[in-house]
């Protein structure tokens, strides 16, 4: 056998419409997600199946309890049968059995990730965790990532100096920089290598860390009108700590704001500002590392006997310890130490609290490199720091009435961390962004890389692949913690979405996605306008605000920015994605079911008592999708609203209805879709 020959495991659309459906939203599990409650399990069986059983099996306490359930409605399209789900653990994973004699298959297991015959591992099973404490604010927000050095530079930063002798000369090569070109008045430091606002940001090297643009805290309180119509209402700031370099993961201390950012003042004026609004504010702590300047490092190798001695780990005090992937200006924390745990993560004390409170009162923290935190050689306290900090931000939110959010940044498998009392959710790289960059990818041209370090390319894969790997992954995490993840098409550390997929055209495609599946959509700045770059680095691109003639920065943006044209469509199509997630229920707080995969098209429905929307995205022209309404099950279609080559219609009446897909290339569609009424209770 060849490689060519070996079979496709994805479901066809056929088998994916004759699949049993249940998932975690309110249509399909409902009742309070409490401790101790007893929630009502949905599943619906399409036709052809007709099991003359149905075995509800959960797991409590570890050992397997069934229940039989009953069938409560008959259908034209299929039945419903319905069960209990206790929610007595932590985590509460169950599935069904279905039998069906004189089938071909007449024993099944349905799991959340599809039909088996044999028996299988609970790993994949449905999962549901009670709610208590969780925050219920993100399910239903649009985050927006800014690198604050590269958003806007605030009015009293930015405006030209009277006298030209006050203008700044540039550091770097590219000669000398005019009062009307300066992105600040503020005297960089020694490390810093100013460069204009519009510059292009360096694709490599030492010298991405070391440039300078002068953004401010203040310039991002003074563009949250942007940031709001754009229909997001949390802002994720990257660090704000002094650093050696405006990225500031290797800060230097914990418990200020860097002045070039406007200071403590500056952070205190920018969360008043998002408060006001109704809107949240994340900030980054790297509870893996800190830079080899912090107080805490420099404590360290001073004094072998120091407090903060313990706080890494030496193999050879002072020159050998560990480090975030060998870098030397990164040293390693390590979890081990209790005096570590109370200054960072641990308590009311801690730099965790510290900025959740007044005058700060941060909403939460994305916490970088949390794969790593903890983790050392035969030493794993990964677990331990999550449940600190996420301890710590209970004791602040009893103490302040506000929820607080804790989010993982993670670009591989998270799903071992995502479970029991720690991160809320992760940045969910491996569930959205690498298949949807897999299937979205340029085939012309440079090919991206996900990361510097990373030895391939991404790959070009046909769509029914792509939803067969992120379906198995998405089996894996629990639906509380997907619902609380960061959704993201790219971030400051990956090159942008619109250099991966290499048009405009799939720029949109993939923004349908980003806001049509259960997550928290979180767009990076300048995204929004079709912005582009190879690198993480690159990607660090300034907004290109219209500039006044008294060197302030407008609410506008100009037709080009430091990447070339500004996309107004794809600005346009973001605020349009956003604002009818904003109306749409199922869009924020529904279940998923996969109801297409093809190489070139993808379609799926979000599942909410509400109302269900269908979402059909194409990459390329693909073959008519014919769905009948029965299958679904939907009463009828309502608002259908197409971009780009891809459209939908309903032929026929009655159980005898069909909703049409068509794609002549690249494009999406989302079509609105009444529920038939469920049985009773």
Same mark, same amino acid.
């Given at each position: 056998?060849?490689?060519?020959?070996?079979?496709?495991?994805?479901?066809?659309?056929?088998?994916?419409?004759?699949?049993?459906?249940?998932?975690?939203?309110?249509?399909?599990?409902?009742?309070?997600?409490?401790?101790?409650?007893?929630?009502?399990?949905?599943?619906?069986?399409?036709?052809?199946?007709?099991?003359?059983?149905?075995?509800?099996?959960?797991?409590?306490?570890?050992?397997?309890?069934?229940?039989?359930?009953?069938?409560?409605?008959?259908?034209?399209?299929?039945?419903?049968?319905?069960?209990?789900?206790?929610?007595?653990?932590?985590?509460?994973?169950?599935?069904?059995?279905?039998?069906?004699?004189?089938?071909?298959?007449?024993?099944?297991?349905?799991?959340?990730?599809?039909?088996?015959?044999?028996?299988?591992?609970?790993?994949?099973?449905?999962?549901?965790?009670?709610?208590?404490?969780?925050?219920?604010?993100?399910?239903?927000?649009?985050?927006?990532?800014?690198?604050?050095?590269?958003?806007?530079?605030?009015?009293?930063?930015?405006?030209?100096? *009277?006298?030209?002798?006050?203008?700044?000369?540039?550091?770097?090569?590219?000669?000398?920089?005019?009062?009307?070109?300066?992105?600040?008045?503020?005297?960089?430091?020694?490390?810093?290598?100013?460069?204009?606002?519009?510059?292009?940001?360096?694709?490599?090297?030492?010298?991405?860390?070391?440039?300078?643009?002068?953004?401010?805290?203040?310039?991002?309180?003074?563009?949250?009108?942007?940031?709001?119509?754009?229909?997001?209402?949390?802002?994720?700031?990257?660090?704000?700590?002094?650093?050696?370099?405006?990225?500031?993961?290797?800060?230097?201390?914990?418990?200020?704001?860097?002045?070039?950012?406007?200071?403590?003042?500056?952070?205190?004026?920018?969360?008043?500002?998002?408060?006001?609004?109704?809107?949240?504010?994340?900030?980054?702590?790297?509870?893996?590392?800190?830079?080899?300047?912090?107080?805490?490092?420099?404590?360290?190798?001073?004094?072998?006997?120091?407090?903060?001695?313990?706080?890494?780990?030496?193999?050879?005090?002072?020159?050998?310890?560990?480090?975030?992937?060998?870098?030397?200006?990164?040293?390693?924390?390590?979890?081990?130490?209790?005096?570590?745990?109370?200054?960072?993560?641990?308590?009311?004390?801690?730099?965790?609290?510290?900025?959740?409170?007044?005058?700060?009162?941060?909403?939460?923290?994305?916490?970088?490199?949390?794969?790593?935190?903890?983790?050392?050689?035969?030493?794993?306290?990964?677990?331990?720091?999550?449940?600190?900090?996420?301890?710590?931000?209970?004791?602040?939110?009893?103490?302040?009435?506000?929820?607080?959010?804790?989010?993982?940044?993670?670009?591989?498998?998270?799903?071992?961390?995502?479970?029991?009392?720690?991160?809320?959710?992760?940045?969910?790289?491996?569930?959205?962004?690498?298949?949807?960059?897999?299937?979205?990818?340029?085939?012309?041209?440079?090919?991206?890389?996900?990361?510097?370090?990373?030895?391939?390319?991404?790959?070009?894969?046909?769509?029914?692949?792509?939803?067969?790997?992120?379906?198995?992954?998405?089996?894996?995490?629990?639906?509380?913690?997907?619902?609380?993840?960061?959704?993201?098409?790219?971030?400051?550390?990956?090159?942008?979405?619109?250099?991966?997929?290499?048009?405009?055209?799939?720029?949109?495609?993939?923004?349908?996605?980003?806001?049509?599946?259960?997550?928290?959509?979180?767009?990076?700045?300048?995204?929004?306008?079709?912005?582009?770059?190879?690198?993480?680095?690159?990607?660090?691109?300034?907004?290109?605000?219209?500039?006044?003639?008294?060197?302030?920065?407008?609410? *506008?943006?100009?037709?080009?920015?430091?990447?070339?044209?500004?996309?107004?469509?794809?600005?346009?199509?973001?605020?349009?994605?956003?604002?009818?997630?904003?109306?749409?229920?199922?869009?924020?707080?529904?279940?998923?079911?996969?109801?297409?995969?093809?190489?070139?098209?993808?379609?799926?429905?979000?599942?909410?008592?509400?109302?269900?929307?269908?979402?059909?995205?194409?990459?390329?022209?693909?073959?008519?999708?014919?769905?009948?309404?029965?299958?679904?099950?939907? *009463?009828?279609?309502?608002?259908?609203?197409?971009?780009?080559?891809?459209?939908?219609?309903?032929?026929?009446?009655?159980?005898?209805?069909?909703?049409?897909?068509?794609?002549?290339?690249?494009?999406?569609?989302?079509?609105?879709?009444?529920?038939?009424?469920?049985?009773?209770?």
């Amino acid at each position: 056998m060849t490689t060519k020959d070996l079979p496709v495991t994805s479901p066809t659309t056929a088998e994916l419409l004759t699949e049993p459906h249940h998932d975690t939203g309110p249509a399909h599990l409902v009742g309070e997600r409490r401790e101790g409650a007893e929630l009502t399990a949905r599943l619906w069986v399409p036709a052809p199946r007709a099991p003359e059983r149905v075995v509800l099996r959960q797991v409590v306490d570890g050992e397997p309890a069934v229940t039989d359930m009953e069938r409560v409605s008959i259908e034209p399209g299929g039945s419903w049968w319905e069960g209990p789900v206790r929610l007595v653990n932590q985590v509460n994973r169950y599935r069904f059995l279905l039998l069906e004699s004189g089938a071909d298959r007449p024993w099944l297991w349905y799991q959340r990730d599809g039909l088996a015959a044999h028996d299988v591992p609970d790993a994949t099973d449905f999962q549901i965790s009670p709610e208590d404490g969780l925050p219920q604010w993100v399910p239903d927000a649009v985050a927006y990532q800014v690198f604050p050095d590269r958003y806007a530079v605030g009015a009293a930063s930015a405006r030209v100096p *009277e006298a030209p002798e006050e203008a700044f000369t540039r550091a770097d090569a590219d000669g000398p920089r005019t009062a009307e070109e300066a992105a600040s008045t503020r005297t960089p430091p020694s490390w810093a290598e100013p460069r204009p606002w519009l510059a292009e940001p360096p694709v490599h090297g030492r010298v991405t860390g070391r440039v300078w643009y002068g953004g401010d805290l203040d310039g991002v309180a003074e563009h949250l009108s942007w940031i709001q119509d754009l229909g997001a209402d949390t802002v994720y700031l990257t660090p704000v700590f002094p650093a050696d370099s405006t990225h500031r993961y290797d800060a230097s201390s914990f418990e200020r704001v860097d002045e070039l950012l406007g200071g403590d003042e500056a952070l205190a004026r920018l969360a008043a500002a998002l408060h006001e609004r109704g809107m949240h504010l994340v900030l980054d702590l790297t509870t893996n590392h800190t830079g080899a300047t912090h107080d805490w490092f420099r404590a360290a190798v001073t004094d072998p006997d120091s407090t903060e001695a313990r706080f890494y780990s030496f193999e050879h005090h002072p020159d050998v310890y560990a480090t975030w992937l060998g870098v030397p200006s990164l040293p390693k924390l390590d979890h081990s130490s209790p005096e570590l745990r109370d200054r960072l993560v641990r308590g009311e004390g801690s730099v965790t609290a510290r900025w959740l409170l007044p005058p700060y009162e941060a909403d939460g923290w994305r916490t970088d490199v949390a794969n790593m935190t903890g983790r050392h050689g035969m030493t794993d306290l990964a677990h331990q720091a999550a449940a600190d900090m996420r301890a710590t931000m209970a004791q602040v939110e009893r103490r302040t009435g506000r929820e607080t959010w804790l989010v993982a940044e993670h670009f591989h498998d998270a799903s071992a961390d995502l479970t029991g009392p720690g991160w809320h959710g992760a940045m969910n790289y491996m569930g959205l962004t690498r298949p949807l960059w897999a299937w979205l990818s340029a085939t012309e041209g440079e090919a991206a890389h996900l990361f510097d370090r990373w030895p391939t390319p991404v790959p070009h894969l046909p769509g029914d692949e792509v939803v067969a790997g992120a379906r198995r992954y998405a089996g894996t995490i629990p639906p509380t913690a997907l619902q609380r993840s960061m959704n993201l098409l790219g971030s400051h550390d990956t090159p942008r979405v619109r250099s991966v997929v290499g048009s405009h055209e799939l720029q949109m495609v993939a923004a349908t996605a980003l806001f049509t599946v259960p997550g928290v959509p979180t767009v990076f700045s300048g995204d929004e306008l079709g912005a582009t770059g190879t690198t993480g680095e690159h990607s660090r691109t300034t907004i290109p605000w219209v500039t006044g003639a008294d060197g302030v920065q407008g609410d *506008e943006v100009a037709d080009h920015g430091a990447w070339g044209e500004v996309d107004r469509e794809v600005l346009a199509h973001y605020r349009g994605l956003a604002r009818r997630r904003r109306e749409t229920p199922a869009l924020r707080r529904g279940g998923l079911r996969w109801v297409h995969a093809g190489a070139d098209l993808l379609v799926w429905q979000r599942t909410h008592p509400d109302g269900d929307v269908i979402v059909a995205v194409a990459r390329d022209a693909a073959a008519q999708v014919t769905v009948p309404l029965v299958a679904l099950p939907a *009463e009828a279609v309502g608002r259908v609203e197409s971009f780009g080559a891809v459209g939908a219609v309903v032929e026929g009446e009655g159980t005898d209805a069909t909703l049409v897909v068509s794609a002549d290339g690249p494009g999406s569609v989302l079509i609105d879709l009444a529920r038939t009424t469920p049985p009773t209770l």
